[in-house]
């Protein structure tokens, strides 16, 4: 079994690049917004219920994933370097994964502000995530968000020997997906063809 995290900055194209991993090796994505919309039907982003509610759900499937038969699981995440909760959840993650034989790769990806701008406005972003859709708000949170945290590592990834950084920026997501199958010798299902 294998975890593969992706983070990077908001709008960089995590969620855009695990559903094309997810088609190509038939790990499931979960991106982090299964867990953040629902919740912010009930509680504000960041609130105490909701961060409670938030970290239990995505440790119960942690969890269930890595003690199953599934070949293992793609998650993103948005880490600030600068902010020790976001690594110690990270490596909680790890080792709920770690506990049970798997392998963790993690995959950084990277974009200048100005392209994250534009695919925070994709129709896919908007339709996977409810609350980006009031797009003025969205865009001071991506350029907020930006000038606040470290978003990316500067040489000083922790885990170096699993680390894959890719600059996205002009690269599909499905090439991206193939550079991330290669560095890590992930298992390629075999594909259908389209209908």
């Given at each position: ?48 219920p ?7 759900f ?11 038969d ?11 370097f ?28 990277s ?19 409810p609350s980006k ?22 040489g ?10 890719i ?29």
């Open positions: 079994m294998q975890l593969v995290m992706i983070f990077g900055p908001p709008a960089v194209g995590k969620m855009t690049v695990g559903f094309a991993l997810e088609r190509l090796t038939g790990m499931p994505l979960f991106h982090n917004h299964m867990t953040i919309e629902p919740l912010l039907r009930y509680f504000p982003y960041g609130s105490p909701f961060a409670r509610l938030n970290n239990e995505r440790t119960r499937i942690f969890e269930e994933v890595a003690a199953s599934l070949p293992g699981m793609i998650f993103t995440y948005v880490w600030a600068d902010v020790p909760e976001d690594k110690e959840f990270l490596d909680r993650v790890t080792a709920i994964f770690r506990s049970r034989g798997a392998e963790v790769c993690y995959v950084e990806l974009s200048p502000l100005e392209e994250r701008l534009r695919r925070n406005e994709t129709e896919l972003r908007l339709s996977e995530k859709r009031n797009l003025a708000w969205s865009r001071r949170n991506v350029e907020n968000t930006d000038r606040r945290y470290k978003l990316n590592s500067d000083d990834f922790p885990y170096p020997d699993r680390h894959l950084f600059d996205n920026t002009d690269l599909t997501p499905d090439e991206v997906a193939r550079q991330i199958v290669e560095r890590f010798s992930l298992p390629v299902r075999v594909q259908e063809p389209q209908k």
